[in-house]
């Protein structure tokens, strides 16, 4: 079984830039989520999806953070405009359903210069 | 108060030693747990979940639930230098997951 996959695998901007990642969870995952996760701390939730709905969002910083999925299947997290404090690794993961075992992706390192 | 703490060592253990983590979490309401392993540069990896109190043991790990304490562990036995990692706790609440920031567990050859 493929697992999560995530590109870029890593991204180099300067600030005020806009970068987006992109995620295709593991086949007949209902459920993806996107983490943020910074040098030397746990992942934060931003947002997750249930097929192409949003479950929570609520520490996804809306005025420049944004995600969609579509179909269902695939997801999209964008940037715009990027700050310093974005850089960080962005981590994707699945799940069969809500509260299910999530799967996660090798993660998108981005550095904001 | 953060929703999930832990100790972020670093944690030393002599290989062969059994290996403790800890976690606390603030809401009583919060229905799973779950421990992650994360290798340096890698991305988290499910060691294993618990949902009711007391013991679940899978291989040399057990976790070890107390809800009325909102305290979770991990007890790694016959500790092995490959067990060296950081090793994150997390807790689902509602629609809400929370990750402690880790601790980062050595294990001396």
């Known amino acids: 079984e493929a697992g999560v996959a995530q590109s870029p695998r890593y991204k180099i901007i300067e600030k005020r830039q806009s970068v987006a990642f992109w995620c295709n969870p593991i086949s007949g995952h209902a459920t993806l989520y996107w983490y943020q996760q910074i040098l030397g701390q746990g992942p934060k939730l931003l947002i997750q999806?249930?097929?192409?709905?949003?479950?929570?969002d609520s520490q996804l910083p809306k005025d420049r953070f944004s995600a969609e999925r579509l179909k269902g299947v695939d997801s999209t997290l964008k940037i715009q405009p990027a700050k310093l404090e974005d850089s960080a690794v962005y981590l994707c993961?699945?799940?069969?359903?809500?509260?299910?075992?999530?799967?996660f992706g090798p993660g998108t390192r981005l550095l904001v210069l | 108060q953060k929703e999930v703490e832990q100790n972020s060592g670093p944690l030393s253990v002599p290989e062969g030693a059994i290996a403790s983590l800890n976690c606390t979490y603030s809401?009583?309401?919060?229905?799973?747990f779950f421990w992650y392993r994360q290798y340096s540069g890698k991305s988290p990896e499910l060691i294993m979940f618990?949902?009711?109190?007391g013991d679940k043991e899978d291989g040399r790990f057990t976790a070890q639930l107390n809800k009325a304490s909102q305290y979770v562990s991990l007890l790694i036995r016959d500790s092995q230098p490959s067990d060296s990692a950081t090793y994150l706790c997390a807790v689902r609440t509602g629609n809400q997951f929370y990750f402690g920031t880790g601790t980062s567990l050595t294990v001396i050859p």
């Open positions: 999806f249930q097929n192409n709905g949003v479950v929570d």
């Open positions: 809401d009583r309401g919060s229905q799973s």
């Open positions: 618990i949902y009711s109190n």
């Open positions: 993961a699945s799940s069969l359903g809500i509260g299910e075992t999530q799967y």
